[in-house]
């Protein structure tokens, strides 16, 4: 394959290499110990060093060189693992370069033209790997050739697809292409088929161009109306566009939706949000890795499967019910770990099979009643009939490989946990009842710290509630239902998911079966198993410690159900905190979040504690992913899709709330606890039943039940505390049932229980609620709900960027004279050109700050975007007054300076803070804070030690000569009178009368000196060098030069005239006593003698229009660099 060129020194490759082919430029070079008749000494040591390395390093056995005659370096330009694939290099170099580069007369000329065909054909192989991948290789190809030339972005910048439609200027449609590409939206049109001016203006006769950038984007909608058929419209904060007449519209939006959810999670919030390691490398995003990405997302939120799982096989076909005594058609799903069926109408039939309870994979014989079947054993001798599979045998190939490979896995655990075992016991569990206080309650909570309960808190501690003899007899007939189910369907994991098991669970589990139905219906038991001694091990790690996080855990152990007798005992206390602590040492990224302890608290009642941690683990990490991270991102999603949903199945009420989140405010509490801390216990628990066997979407629709029922009187709140008075009135009185048996038997027969549109507060139970949320709402499914949170996700990220906007603007604004609009701007630039590395550069250093920031817990200051170096040069250049002479070199010197000067942490990153002051000093400041930062810029550690070094040989300035025994006069210049009627004042009465003659005084002084050090003549001398520089270019740049000559000659008279300083700052220094030193007040006293460079430093500069202008040249100042850098490391 074509490589991009690499140097490499021929001298010492030729002891590894051997040259089978050569000519005037390239050599073809074989690996020594490849490819040789008979293994000599020097082959095999090479191919044994080359064996030993790992895969990453180890080195391809062919290769071709480009030379240049009489040179010793040489470059890679391809390589290959057999002799045929460079061959096929080699000859087409000799048929279409080597003529060609014998016309060349500098040799140099040869180099660069070869290297850049070889990256030409990079390039090619590339956008023709990426056409492969296509429907339509061919198309594509040439839309990719159009958008690299019409946008000029780098090569970096994938191209992941293209739709053609039109946007609108006005009331004038305007048809072309849209581009997606993995960081940016790009639309160009063209009138009758003629593409228009490439010019960077967005309109030009007959065409429009623009790009947007994923991050800028705030909502996406589908609209329709006016002049437009139906359209997706994309907002930015500064302006909506419009595209219609897609032929796909459906496809079109649901692309455009995922492109900017993945740009936006790994931009915004790489550490805090979860996200597929394969979106984490934006070049394999291709748009079937989307659409594949779509269906996963889709499959793990369906049957709530762990966020690493990969999708492997869909395939269409047909499961034996027996509940219904057919057939039931649908879908099957293969992950890493699971089986996965779904019928095609959406909960009507899941069913769920772990691959650690499968026995065996089998084909069957096929007939005409039974096509293709497979059969599937699971461990509980019960068998799972599939038929209609299309592509059987590679199906069953497949799962047989990864029941192998599983089967494997779980007989070594089993022998390393047997030999552990055999060495040292298992710990020791118990469970210690303490129904009653006493006054050695502290002790005990000692004793009880570090004890794992084996049974549910419940079990001990009773919860009674009125009518328990009616309640004792329900609960014997739930159970006997129950029993009577799993005796003829089986139990477990694998258990069917029906109508039937739905009408059930809706009417409440059994809480002697609660535990184990929890387990069941969230597949934590899957995770029990897989990890045997896992929760004790994390306890007898975690219980002890002290940090921030357990400092919370201790604060809200106590609010946790505290009606509830078994938290009021230390027994359930310690058990709360024990795995509270567990779950935040084994997932330190979300640590503890408050709501969890309510949620611990009620599974501990009625799981043992173990079963509790993984029940606490599916909940947080599967059910409700992303819920509970530092800023509860997930949570606020799904109050932004709940805000929509309202205004679709509640539209009336939804137009008596101009802003919806009045609502979603409110509603936030039910999502993160389950509705737990907003209904009595006995209702909340049911509710936890159904959200354990629905998911999400349980709680979707019993919140829209809730405003359903209470629509009525919220339309006629008079504000919005009433209203949300009303809805938590309403909540604390919903009962739970106090039906007869037979009562029951009815209800579970006729499958619903519809309630009135607007029940009496006291007059509604549970089981109405949750029947009639199932009955009006049961038509919001899982894909719909998983679209919404694409799309909305989104605006909660980008509403979480304005806020740490305006926090930082606020924290910054204080401190400095920038005007509200500009800072604004300049903080928009910052962002950008964060983001712009983030495109296309080496992010390294800033990801692995960003990821220490999230580690340590960092205050959203902290957080703050960061630049490298190369960042800030190029915001340096864009907005610095100063253009150091307009020499790259020079501009290049004096950025790197100041970053190393602001870095005051040595981090090697500038924060935004720091940025914006240093801009307010040059923009903003008074001349003294100008020559001080000039002064700070050219001593250490800004300026460098070789630059110290390097100053008496290189300064490149001339400097009139001086000498200490010419006298110093202040007040005016010389006469020129040769007699000496003017008597020469000593030295340091000049210096103290001249500060006074300009008001600096001798305070000023002395303050100056208390913060920076004296700076030494060869730093006086770079200092000279820059400010030369900075007026290059300048109209008075004659007249400027003339007065820094004069400056410098006055301050190396003060310098010669202080060779020997008294006091503490020779011996602090070091100086030898021919070293000279001043100051930064003598220094800018003598600025201030020249009216010229007073002027120069006072001049006000426009940074309004450095501003505009830095916007319009940042991409493309960037772009072109970063293409290069990129193509460097490949």
């Known amino acids: 394959m074509w490589l991009n060129p690499e140097e490499v020194a021929l001298k010492n490759a030729l002891k590894l290499w051997i ?45 071709i060189l480009l030379q240049i005659p009489g040179s010793q370096i040489s470059w890679i330009i391809a390589s290959g693992a057999v002799m045929e694939e460079v061959n096929k290099h080699w000859d087409w170099l000799a048929h279409n370069l080597l003529h060609s580069l014998s016309i060349f007369e500098n040799k140099e000329d040869v180099a660069s033209f070869v290297r850049g065909k070889v990256k030409g054909l990079i390039a090619e192989e590339s956008r023709g790997r990426q056409a492969a ?326 079990t001990a501690f009773h919860y009674n509630t009125p009518g328990s003899n009616n309640n004792k007899n329900m609960e014997a007939v739930k159970e006997k239902m129950w029993e009577d189910h799993f005796t003829e369907f089986g139990r477990g994991v694998h258990m069917f998911r029906t109508d039937k098991v739905q009408r059930m669970v809706a009417m409440g589990i059994p809480e002697s079966r609660r535990g184990e139905l929890w387990m069941t219906l969230s597949d934590a038991s899957s995770d029990l198993d897989s990890h045997p001694g896992y929760y004790a091990s994390l306890v007898q790690t975690s219980m002890g410690q002290s940090n921030l996080t357990t400092d919370e855990i201790e604060r809200d152990l106590h609010r946790s159900l ?195 549109d607007t029940p009496a507060v006291g007059q509604t139970n549970i089981t109405q609620l949750i029947s009639d949320a199932n009955e009006r709402f049961g038509d919001l499914t899982v894909r719909k709900i998983e679209r919404l949170r694409c799309r909305h996700r989104i605006q909660v990220l980008q509403a979480h960027e304005d806020t740490t906007k305006e926090n930082a603007l606020r924290v910054v604004a204080p401190d400095v004279s920038i005007s509200a609009e500009n800072l604004v701007d300049i903080y928009d630039l910052f962002k950008t050109e964060h983001f712009i590395s983030l495109y296309w550069g080496d992010m390294s250093a800033v990801a692995a700050a960003e990821a220490a920031s999230w580690r340590r817990g960092a205050s959203y200051l902290e957080r703050q975007y960061r630049l490298d170096l190369a960042q800030f040069k190029s915001l340096y250049g864009l907005l610095a007054p100063w253009p150091a002479g307009g020499a790259q070199r020079n501009a290049d010197i004096l950025a790197q300076r100041t970053f190393t000067l602001l870095d005051s942490e040595r981090h090697h990153l500038l924060s935004f803070r720091d940025f914006a002051l240093w801009l307010d000093t040059l923009y903003c400041g008074d001349l003294s804070d100008k020559v001080k930062l000039l002064y700070r810029l050219h001593l250490p550690p800004a300026l460098t030690d070789s630059e110290e070094r390097s100053s008496s040989s290189s300064s490149g300035m001339k400097i009139p000569p001086v000498s200490s025994s010419r006298p110093l006069y202040v007040g005016g210049a010389s006469d020129g009178r040769a007699d000496g009627k003017r008597e020469a004042k000593d030295y340091q009465e000049q210096l103290k009368q001249m500060l006074q003659d300009l008001g600096v005084g001798k305070d000023k002084e002395k303050n100056i000196h208390q913060h920076l050090p004296l700076m030494k003549q060869h730093e006086f001398i770079q200092l000279c060098k820059t400010l030369c520089c900075l007026f290059h270019g300048d109209p008075d740049e004659n007249e400027l030069f003339q007065a820094i000559a004069k400056v410098t000659s006055l301050v190396l008279q003060i310098g010669e005239a202080t060779t020997r300083p008294a006091g503490p700052d020779r011996d602090r220094l070091g100086l030898p006593e021919s070293e000279w030193t001043v100051s930064l007040a003598q220094i800018l006293a003598s600025v201030l003698t020249e009216q010229m460079l007073v002027n120069f430093l006072e001049k006000v500069c426009d940074l309004t229009g450095r501003i505009a202008a830095a916007k319009e040249k940042q991409y493309q100042q960037r772009a072109p660099l970063l293409a290069l850098q990129h193509a460097h490391r490949r």
Request: glycine share 4%; with cysteine.
């Open 19 to 63: 040259t089978e082919r050569s000519n005037d430029f390239f050599l073809l070079q074989r690996r020594r110990g490849r490819g040789e008749p008979t293994a000599r000494i020097s082959g095999l040591l090479v191919g044994a060093l080359d064996t030993v390395l790992d895969s990453n390093a180890r080195v391809t056995p062919f290769r």
């Open 562 to 756: 505290p009606d509830h007798p078994a938290f009021q005992n230390p027994t359930g206390i310690a058990a709360l905190r024990r795995v509270l602590t567990a779950y935040a040492h084994r997932n330190p990224k979300i640590g503890y979040c408050q709501s969890m302890n309510i949620l611990a608290s009620v599974l501990l009642l009625y799981a043992k504690e173990e079963e509790a941690f993984w029940l606490l683990v599916a909940v947080c990490e599967r059910m409700l992913p992303d819920y509970f991270n530092r800023r509860v991102i997930g949570a606020q999603v799904d109050q932004s899709v709940f805000e929509q949903l309202i205004g679709e199945c509640l539209p009336d009420l939804a137009d008596h709330f101009p802003d919806l989140s009045t609502l979603s405010s409110v509603s936030l509490s039910w999502f993160l606890t389950i509705f737990v801390s907003v209904l009595p216990f006995h209702s909340a628990v049911r509710v936890v039943d159904w959200f354990f066997f629905h998911g999400i979407k349980a709680i979707f629709q019993l919140a829209l039940a809730v405003l359903q029922a209470n629509a009525g009187r919220l339309c006629t709140r008079v504000d919005d505390g009433q209203a949300l008075m009303v809805l938590a009135s309403f909540l604390e009185h919903v009962g739970s049932d106090q039906s007869s048996p037979a009562e029951f038997f009815q209800l579970l027969a006729d499958g619903s229980n519809k309630m009135a």
């Open 133 to 458: 991948q296509e429907d339509e290789p061919e198309k594509f190809r040439e839309a990719l050739l159009k958008f690299e030339r019409h946008f000029g972005l780098p090569s970096s910048e994938k191209l992941v697809t293209f739709y053609s439609c039109c946007t609108w200027k006005g009331r004038v449609p305007r048809q072309g292409l849209l581009y997606l590409s993995i960081n940016h939206m790009a639309f160009y049109s063209f009138l009758l088929g003629k593409e228009g001016d490439e010019a960077n203006s967005i309109y030009s006769g007959t065409s429009v161009k623009f790009v947007i950038p994923w991050a800028e984007v705030i909502r996406l909608e589908r609209v329709s109306g006016g002049f437009m058929t139906e359209a997706i419209r994309v907002s930015t904060r500064q302006r909506q566009r419009d595209f219609s007449m897609f032929l796909n519209l459906d496809e079109a939006f649901g692309v455009v939706g995922q492109l900017a959810d993945i740009a936006l999670r790994r931009l915004l919030d790489s550490e805090g949000l979860e996200l597929d390691r394969v979106l984490q490398q934006p070049t394999r995003i291709t748009k079937r890795v989307l659409e594949e990405q779509a269906l996963r997302e889709y499959v793990l939120a369906l049957f709530r499967l762990p966020r690493g799982e990969a999708l492997h096989e869909v395939a269409s076909c047909s499961v034996w019910t027996p509940h219904a005594r057919c057939h039931t058609a649908g879908t099957l799903y293969t992950t890493d770990n699971y089986l996965g069926f779904s019928s095609r109408e959406e909960g009507q039939c899941i069913l769920l099979i772990p691959l650690s309870e499968v026995v065996s994979v089998e084909k069957a014989e096929s007939t005409c009643a039974l096509p293709n079947p497979v059969i599937v054993s699971v461990r509980s001798k019960k068998a799972f009939q599939l038929i209609e599979l299309q592509e059987r045998d590679d199906l069953v190939e497949s799962l047989e490989c990864r029941l192998r490979s599983l089967h494997l896995k779980q007989s070594a655990f089993r022998s390393s946990r047997h030999a552990k075992t055999a060495c040292c016991p298992s710990p020791y569990y118990t469970f210690y009842y303490d129904t009653a206080c006493s006054d050695e309650e502290e002790m005990e909570e000692q004793v009880l710290r570090n004890t794992v309960n084996t049974e549910a808190l419940m």
